[in-house]
């Protein structure tokens, strides 16, 4: 899971804000948000999930099973059941004798 940058913004007291402390908040959600990608789902091993911590509920694509799992809490559960895809395309048809005849 992504970590967000550590920060050490004043806490606001009262209804403004100052602008150089707006100034520093937009420069952090603008590093943090370019560091972490909500599309990309991290890949890992069973090696590796028995051994790092996760979050319950982070989704992860485990690339020894080659299948998406989601972390309950206590292990991860496959999030649908592994298939193997047809990756090309073949046929073979057979018909009896065929007689082509030009007059």
Do not use: C, W
Not at 53 to 61: K, S, V
């Amino acid at each position: 899971m992504g970590k967000l940058l550590e920060t050490r913004l004043p806490i606001a007291q009262g209804d403004m804000v100052s602008i150089e402390t707006f100034n520093r908040l937009v420069r952090v959600l603008e590093l943090n948000l370019s560091a972490h990608d909500p599309e990309r789902i991290k890949h890992f091993t069973n090696t590796e999930t028995s051994e790092l911590q996760f979050a319950t509920g982070q989704i992860i694509f485990n690339s020894t099973v080659e299948v998406h799992q989601a972390f309950d809490g206590n292990e991860f559960r496959n999030l649908y059941e592994h298939r193997t895809y047809v990756t090309g395309v073949s046929a073979t048809m057979s018909v009896g004798a065929v007689t082509v005849t030009i007059g």
